[in-house]
């Protein structure tokens, strides 16, 4: 097991930088003693974020990146064009092995393209997924794929399974984890014309637990560790869970803010409130790995903050630290 | 314009059937004037429900039907099996005019196959779409096309959003509706195949509002008012529309029951919170169109209570005295 992890962070990606990527980082150097980050970006800036923090100052290393990749840009021609940009020098830090993984709040495109071509695919790996992590009743799912690349394949959505499966074991901690892939029925019968091709595929995939099809509705609940689906309907469900989300707790805002007795109600409740809906905040899951990689990319949200930076870094740990990828080549390539 | 506006309904369909079943055609005749209720179904259990309660004798008709198709059976076949019952008995009735629209909270199978098959499509429609209405911050968007038919082609959906357009201006009371697309991000490249080639037909389609691509995110918000994409797409939105909302309501109840402070304002802010809710409630609606049939078909849900059997039927009422058959047949036909 590595004693030493070493996480690249693009310090310039994301709404919030350098501020609070910055911070994050710190935080999880001060949790976590076999961490060590390097900060990739505009040097001063970063140095402006530094001062007057306490943090161990062997485990926190500058690495100077003039260029930024702005979300606007055209991905593919950014990777080729922006040598000196946080992102491409922080993943190609993870290609040369001088890091075990890369975490950006930068444009997802550029993520999604700088991670296939700079750090490479495990070989046999078809299309590496997008796998955010979303919270439910009972705990969290993994929701695989939510990539850039859509209309998948059958043998694209078998791996989709593998990877999930060994990333949910071995990351997240949770033992056989149950598989489902995403229908419009419950019933074997149901589905479009490629969940019909894939279903029998799970079901006779001998390494993961598939427990059949799951309608949307019964995701939130937490029924299924394992969401497989294409990546356009996994980009539907991640963004929508967000939308009813945000537009849920704007509507019982308002309802608790229209009377008076609702108001005092209101102020008596918060505190409790928060606490059980920040349980089901995606950005207390510290973002979506990209898998299938030769080393980790995790993607966090634009707007991600400084908790969202810091479990990100310790997710990059726990993957090191388990040897995910070796996991991956052992199960799906020997 | 009709004045007295005829509309059977399935009093056996539902998992609370007949009880809010025919509870509800009473609030609705009670409440409309002009319309007629026949209510479908085993007579002396319709009978039984309508022991005591006030409502004009001459606007509420029964019409016997031994039969019951459930929700299991094999929607082709229990169609052409059980001539006797309620489904296939009002179904055609609408086939032979003597109502205009059927609202059923059966089998969703059985009312998509006997709406295509007993009441029979206008002609040039390729393919009827069922259409729920969904609750947004502010209003309500029409969801087109959820049905059983997935893996549309992109004349299809041209035809949705044209459907759509009609329904909310003349059924909702929208002036120009704005129709958006589903799609995996708002930029003009992104998408997959079906959406790629459907954009620009949309873009050139002269009668409706195109705005152009909607992200899952912002279907809550409601900055559009028809949602168009594809059935497997549609079940998803569906469901996990209202799988977040039911898991952030028990989420919200758990947090305001975890301590005694929290325990004091949820009882001060119940009521408030109760009446907002309810907007966001998709009950409240009054079911789902099926679209482009010679008359209206509207599917409720199985658990529906007498308030969206009640709004179900005003719906029948405005579309037929809206007389929108005709109009989709003039706007998309001439």
Same mark, same amino acid.
């Given at each position: 097991?590595?004693?030493?992890?070493?996480?690249?962070?693009?310090?310039?990606?994301?709404?919030?930088?350098?501020?609070?990527?910055?911070?994050?980082? @710190?935080?999880?150097?001060?949790?976590?003693?076999?961490?060590?980050?390097?900060?990739?970006?505009?040097?001063?800036?970063?140095?402006?974020?530094?001062?007057?923090?306490?943090?161990?100052? !062997?485990?926190?290393?500058?690495?100077?990146?003039?260029?930024?990749?702005?979300?606007?840009?055209?991905?593919?021609?950014?990777?080729?064009?922006?040598?000196?940009?946080?992102?491409?020098?922080?993943?190609?830090?993870?290609?040369?092995?001088?890091?075990?993984?890369?975490?950006?709040?930068?444009?997802?495109?550029?993520?999604?393209?700088?991670?296939?071509?700079?750090?490479?695919?495990?070989?046999?790996?078809?299309?590496?997924?997008?796998?955010?992590?979303?919270?439910?009743?009972?705990?969290?799912?993994?929701?695989?794929?939510?990539?850039?690349?859509?209309?998948?394949?059958?043998?694209? @959505?078998?791996?989709?399974?593998?990877?999930?499966?060994?990333?949910?074991?071995?990351?997240?901690?949770?033992?056989?984890?149950?598989?489902?892939?995403? !229908?419009?029925?419950?019933?074997?019968?149901?589905?479009?014309?490629?969940?019909?091709?894939?279903?029998?595929? @799970?079901? !006779?995939?001998?390494?993961?637990?598939?427990?059949?099809?799951?309608?949307?509705?019964?995701?939130?609940?937490?029924?299924?560790?394992?969401?497989?689906?294409?990546?356009?309907?996994?980009?539907?469900?991640?963004?929508?869970?967000?939308?009813?989300?945000?537009?849920?707790?704007?509507?019982?805002?308002?309802?608790?803010?229209?009377?008076?007795?609702?108001?005092?109600?209101?102020?008596?409740?918060?505190?409790?409130?928060?606490?059980? @809906?920040?349980?089901?905040?995606?950005?207390?899951?510290?973002?979506?790995?990209?898998?299938?990689?030769?080393?980790?990319?995790?993607?966090?949200?634009?707007?991600?903050?400084?908790?969202?930076?810091? !479990?990100?870094?310790?997710?990059?740990?726990?993957?090191?630290?388990?040897?995910?990828?070796?996991?991956?080549?052992?199960?799906?390539?020997?």
């Amino acid at each position: 097991m590595p004693d030493n992890i070493c996480v690249a962070i693009d310090a310039m990606g994301g709404d919030n930088a350098p501020c609070e990527i910055v911070k994050g980082a @710190l935080l999880a150097v001060n949790e976590c003693d076999k961490v060590t980050v390097y900060l990739v970006g505009v040097t001063e800036l970063i140095e402006k974020e530094l001062t007057g923090k306490s943090y161990d100052r !062997n485990r926190v290393v500058l690495i100077d990146a003039k260029e930024i990749i702005d979300t606007a840009e055209p991905p593919v021609m950014a990777i080729r064009k922006k040598k000196d940009s946080s992102l491409v020098k922080g993943l190609t830090m993870v290609k040369e092995g001088t890091c075990d993984a890369f975490i950006s709040a930068g444009s997802t495109g550029a993520v999604l393209v700088g991670g296939q071509v700079l750090v490479g695919r495990i070989k046999g790996i078809k299309r590496p997924p997008l796998a955010p992590l979303i919270p439910t009743e009972t705990g969290v799912s993994i929701l695989i794929d939510c990539g850039a690349n859509v209309d998948a394949r059958p043998e694209h @959505l078998i791996q989709f399974a593998q990877l999930g499966s060994i990333y949910m074991e071995y990351v997240v901690g949770i033992e056989n984890p149950k598989v489902a892939i995403v !229908n419009n029925g419950a019933e074997e019968e149901k589905g479009n014309a490629l969940v019909k091709e894939t279903f029998p595929l @799970l079901k !006779n995939c001998p390494d993961i637990n598939f427990i059949g099809s799951i309608e949307a509705r019964d995701i939130p609940a937490g029924i299924a560790d394992v969401i497989v689906c294409e990546a356009f309907v996994g980009n539907v469900i991640l963004k929508l869970y967000e939308g009813v989300g945000a537009t849920m707790i704007k509507i019982i805002k308002k309802g608790m803010l229209s009377t008076a007795r609702a108001k005092i109600g209101a102020l008596l409740v918060k505190p409790a409130l928060k606490k059980t @809906l920040k349980a089901f905040d995606t950005e207390e899951y510290g973002g979506a790995p990209l898998l299938g990689l030769n080393g980790l990319v995790v993607k966090t949200h634009g707007s991600a903050k400084a908790i969202e930076i810091k !479990n990100a870094v310790l997710q990059c740990v726990q993957f090191t630290e388990q040897e995910v990828g070796k996991k991956i080549q052992e199960r799906l390539f020997s």
